[in-house]
C-alpha cells in the first residue's frame, strides 16, 4: 500500500468520527446581577457580571462577555443575584430570571435590530422543572439552548431580557442589557 492510500484512509477515517464528539462539553455563562443597584438605577449597566467557562473568549467579569463555542454545542445561561444570603426569616432574596436572549443583526450595522436569521434551538425543560421552586430553596434561573449546526461560524451579538422582582412589592421589572455580550461561533 502506497503512502498516498494510507493518507486517504486516515482522512476517511477521520471524517466517519461524529463531529459532534467536539462539542459535547456544555458551556456556562454564568451572570451575576447587583440586584439592588439594577432596581435603583432601573439598569443593568453597572450592575451585571459575566463569566463563562469558554476557551479564547474576552471580557470575563465585565458585562460584555464574549464566548466561544461551536457549531452544535449547548450553552447554559445562568443567572443568579450577587447577595445570595438566607433572610433572618429563612427565605432567600428574589432572583433575577433570563425573560429572554435575543440576537442582534450586526450584519446590516444597527446593533438594536434583531436578527431574522435563528442561531439557537431553546431547550424547553433541562434539568429540574422550574416549577419545583419555593422559598426555602436556593434555585437559580437558566436559559439553556444548543447552537444550530447550521449557523454560521462567527461573531453573534445578543441582549438579555432580564426580569427583576423589586423587592416589596413584588412588581416585576424588566430590563435590558446596555453593553452586548456575544458568542463567537467556530465551525467544526
Not at 429572554?100 to 446593533?111: K, Q
Not at 434551538?121 to 447552537?147: C, F, H, N, Q, S
Request: glycine share 6%; net charge negative.
Amino acid at each position: 500500500m502506497t503512502t498516498s492510500t494510507k493518507q486517504k484512509q486516515g482522512q476517511q477515517q477521520e471524517q466517519k468520527q461524529n463531529p459532534g464528539q467536539l462539542n459535547s462539553v456544555q458551556l456556562n455563562i454564568v451572570t451575576l446581577v447587583d440586584m439592588e443597584r439594577a432596581v435603583e438605577t432601573g439598569s443593568l449597566a453597572e450592575s451585571m457580571y459575566m463569566m463563562d467557562n469558554s476557551i479564547g473568549g474576552d471580557g470575563q467579569g465585565r458585562n460584555n462577555l464574549e464566548t466561544v463555542c461551536k457549531q452544535g454545542q449547548v450553552i447554559n445561561w445562568i443567572i443568579r443575584p450577587i447577595d445570595m444570603d438566607k433572610r433572618i426569616d429563612g427565605t432567600w432574596p428574589p432572583m433575577p430570571k433570563i425573560n429572554s436572549i435575543v440576537f442582534l443583526d450586526t450584519e446590516r450595522g444597527d446593533e438594536e435590530d434583531v436578527s431574522e436569521r435563528r442561531i439557537f434551538a431553546e431547550l424547553k425543560i433541562y434539568g429540574a422543572p422550574d416549577r419545583m421552586r419555593d422559598k426555602w430553596t436556593p434555585v437559580y434561573y437558566y436559559w439553556a439552548g444548543t447552537v444550530l449546526p447550521t449557523a454560521k461560524p462567527g461573531l453573534y451579538r445578543y441582549r438579555l431580557i432580564v426580569e427583576l422582582e423589586q423587592p416589596h412589592t413584588k412588581e416585576k421589572l424588566y430590563l435590558n442589557t446596555v453593553d452586548h455580550p456575544s458568542i463567537r461561533i467556530l465551525e467544526v
